[in-house]
């Protein structure tokens, strides 16, 4: 079975530090795009993070970027979100997904037909 399972997610105040984990089964995650998302109450789902299969490259939108790192651990079919410095504007629920072919496009994720969700974990920030 093909799966995406998200965990770490929880309640932090402003300012404090979380570290997001999403495990891969049931297909070869070193050959996929792997994208974060998240999704705050009454907002589309956004893209926030991504790495390339490619070269490895990686990509932050600027709400994130300098306080947030994406990294993987192939051998453990693993791709992490370090999340510093957290904000109340960031609370959200978090997502990660996988995609053989969207590159670094957060949209092609969306369109995708075989992309892989994980199921999402929420984020808390208290101000």
């Known amino acids: 079975e093909v799966q995406f399972v998200e965990s770490g997610g929880g309640l932090v105040q402003a300012g404090g530090s979380l570290r997001l984990t999403c495990e891969a089964s049931g297909f070869t995650f070193d050959d996929y795009d792997i994208g974060w998302f998240r999704q705050a109450p009454g907002k589309d789902r956004e893209g926030i993070s991504c790495i390339s299969s490619s070269d490895g490259s990686t990509n932050y939108v600027a709400s994130v970027k300098g306080r947030f790192t994406i990294s993987t651990d192939n051998a453990k079919n693993t791709v992490y979100l370090q999340m510093n410095s957290l904000k109340p504007e960031d609370t959200a629920v978090y997502y990660c997904?996988?995609?053989?072919?969207?590159?670094?496009?957060?949209?092609?994720?969306?369109?995708?037909?075989?992309?892989?969700w994980g199921q999402g974990t929420q984020v808390t920030v208290s101000s």
């Open positions: 997904a996988a995609d053989a072919s969207a590159g670094c496009d957060y949209e092609e994720f969306f369109v995708s037909l075989s992309s892989i």
